[in-house]
């Protein structure tokens, strides 16, 4: 089974500072990683994704990801903040041949001017 | 095109009653997908169509939950006997024909936030 896990679920970042998010994962075989984004009241938006080709994946946004297999990670980044970015960040796992997504428990971002 | 719809947007209901949500896919995709997500759980799985069939829905909390899937395109998830710890967001997504090596993206709907009173 395949699961995910983020920690710290609410995370506020200055404007323009670095976002960072952490996600770690657990899986038995390869996996597919994913961030999506859930702007409020509006369904998830995929904003990269890790499925086996470059480590580092860039993303949407500004946003990148890198895949560390020695650490299981899966690391969400974005060099500037901007208010835009205000929202809910929830990182998934699935693995291959099986597109069911196990998600973590989200970081809700809050951007301060 | 026009991305995944559900219906309806809210649904307040009173516990014992039943209710059914509708999604409807991206036009083509084969792949259909529920979700729930709910404070207290976030984000689960409840079951995957492929087709009309559901080869997975492991993740249904209970045989008050079902779902189905006509012509390949539209489902419904129905919720019987209503209780309180339902009421959360349900998500639909869909995707493109899925298998061997490649992964197909899944494209998320608004939801259908449901409150049991």
């Known amino acids: 089974a395949q699961s995910v896990t983020q920690l710290g679920s609410h995370v506020s970042v200055s404007e323009g500072a670095l976002v960072l998010l952490r996600c770690n994962y657990s899986?038995?075989?390869?996996?597919?990683l994913f961030w999506y984004v859930q702007y409020p009241n509006q369904g998830l938006q995929l904003l990269l994704k890790y499925t086996s080709a470059a480590t580092l994946v860039k993303g949407i946004n500004g946003f990148e990801a890198e895949f560390k297999k020695s650490e299981t990670s899966f690391h969400l980044t974005k060099p500037s903040a901007h208010m835009s970015d205000a929202a809910e960040y929830f990182c998934?796992?699935?693995?291959?041949?099986?597109?069911?997504?196990?998600f973590g428990k989200g970081n809700q971002v809050v951007v301060i001017p | 095109g026009a991305g995944v719809s559900q219906s309806p947007s809210n649904k307040v209901t009173e516990k014992g009653k039943d209710v059914e949500l509708r999604c409807d896919p991206i036009s083509g995709h084969t792949a259909l997908y529920w979700y729930r997500q709910s404070l207290g759980q976030g984000l689960e799985f409840l079951i995957y169509f492929q087709g009309n069939s559901a080869p997975d829905k492991s993740g249904l909390p209970s045989d008050r939950f079902s779902a189905e899937r006509t012509g390949g395109s539209v489902s419904t998830l129905t919720i019987q006997r209503t209780q309180q710890e339902d009421s959360a967001v349900y998500l639909c997504a869909s995707s493109s024909p899925t298998g061997g090596y490649s992964y197909n993206e899944q494209f998320f709907g608004p939801g259908t936030r449901l409150t049991v009173l």
């Open positions: 998934a796992v699935s693995a291959w041949g099986n597109n069911r997504l196990a």
């Open positions: 899986s038995s075989v390869p996996p597919y």
